[in-house]
């Protein structure tokens, strides 16, 4: 089970709890404190921070050191916790496309684009748009669909 789906049966266990009762409240904290722990990022052993590596190099940038010297330094650097980027598909419509006026085209979406990289939703074989969990252009996780 990835972390995702663990994340997705707590939330639809939350769905499910009484919270009318003492019991069902602590349920639904345990639960809560379960998910935040699930969405933390983790430190990953390979991901250094791109500012330590540059403040690493210029800090003795006219010291003479070799390169096995310069890798051992870069490795004994702490690993950082990376942060996972969220986006949400946005609405473009039909006026924005075609042109003309709005009272024309009402309020009609066209399709839907990434807020990270502005590309469009990918269409199934059935030319309907497919709006998936993660951006298939930049990898990014989509949070939903900005109104």
């Known amino acids: 089970m990835t972390k995702e789906e663990a994340i997705k049966r707590f939330e639809t266990l939350l769905l499910h709890v009484d919270t009318d ?6 349920t639904t904290e ?6 935040k722990a699930l969405k933390q990022p983790e430190p990953c052993e390979d991901a250094v921070s791109r500012k330590a590596v540059i403040d690493s190099v210029r800090q003795d940038c006219f ?3 070799t390169a096995d010297e310069r890798v051992c330094e870069i490795k004994d650097l702490p690993p950082v916790a990376l942060k996972q980027r969220t986006g949400y598909w946005y609405p473009v419509g039909v006026a924005e496309v075609v042109g003309g006026e709005s009272a024309q085209w009402g309020s009609a979406i066209a399709y839907h684009k990434c ?8 269409k199934d074989d059935f030319d309907e748009e497919v ?4 951006c298939p252009h930049c990898g990014v996780k989509m949070e939903g669909v900005a109104e």
């Open 21 to 26: 009762c003492v019991m069902g409240m602590e």
């Open 30 to 35: 345990a639960i809560n404190m379960a998910i």
């Open 63 to 65: 010291a003479v050191f």
């Open 115 to 122: 807020s990270e990289c502005d590309e469009q939703a990918l």
């Open 131 to 134: 709006l998936s969990e993660f």
